[in-house]
């Protein structure tokens, strides 16, 4: 079982829709986790932090954290075709100290 | 412009061929570090380093050397490249590491291929 899993993808979503990503962790002791996005061909550049259990909004941004289920979604409401990037979840290992990159999911706005 | 500038963007090159990858920090930040990224694998560590003079490894550092001999530098250096080594290779800082929630800036990325 990989550390932080994320579906590949694509994820296709009409503009205007909610795009829903989702990560799971298997690090139980995990406090940290991290949204960057990454536009095809750049570098991943942070979007969204949540450290307790629920609801983070931040924009049209949500992160959402369940640590009893090991699960950290992240919600992009009113999706715009600037939105198409790969978003990458990352947990901050409780055993290692190190950040845990999940391998991606790719979303598509259509206009 | 707070940046993180990694050298060369591309580059192409031969097995064996020891080559170095430079990255620099104008942000005065304490973390370093280096990853590489490949498809469906996402983004691994190879090494990383908390100030000047202290690296330590991370999860994939086999055939890869650092150094952090000035606080802004942290040079990726690989002595005998392999094919197995191509990859897109991006440099990170953040002010304190990853430890503390310091979010982590990321360089543009080099597309290394060894042939």
């Known amino acids: ?111 | 412009e707070a940046q993180v500038t990694q050298n060369p963007r591309y580059l192409i090159t031969v097995t064996g061929k020891k080559l170095t990858v430079t990255c620099s920090q104008n942000m005065n930040h304490e973390y370093m570090s280096w990853y590489r990224q490949d498809p469906g694998l996402g983004l691994r560590q190879i090494y990383y380093s908390m100030n000047v003079e202290v690296t330590d490894k991370g999860d994939v550092p086999e055939g890869y050397k650092v150094s952090r001999k000035e606080k802004r530098n942290f040079p990726l250096i690989l002595e005998s490249p392999s094919p197995n080594q191509t990859s897109l290779y991006f440099c990170a800082s953040s002010s304190r590491g990853v430890l503390y929630n310091s979010p982590l800036h990321f360089g543009n990325g080099t597309r290394l291929t060894v042939t």
């Open chain 1, 1 to 111: 079982q990989k550390e932080v899993e994320q579906n590949s993808g694509p994820l296709s979503v009409p503009e205007g829709a909610i795009a829903s990503l989702n990560c799971t962790y298997s690090d139980r002791g995990s406090q940290s986790f991290f949204w960057y996005r990454q536009y095809s061909g750049k570098s991943p550049e942070l979007i969204m932090s949540i450290y307790s259990n629920g609801d983070k909004e931040d924009g049209r941004f949500t992160a959402q954290l369940n640590k009893a289920s090991q699960y950290v979604s992240l919600l992009i409401r009113d999706s715009q075709p600037s939105d198409s990037a790969t978003y990458l979840c990352a947990v901050l290992s409780s055993n290692t100290g190190k950040l845990i990159f999940g391998q991606g999911t790719t979303l598509q706005v259509k206009p």
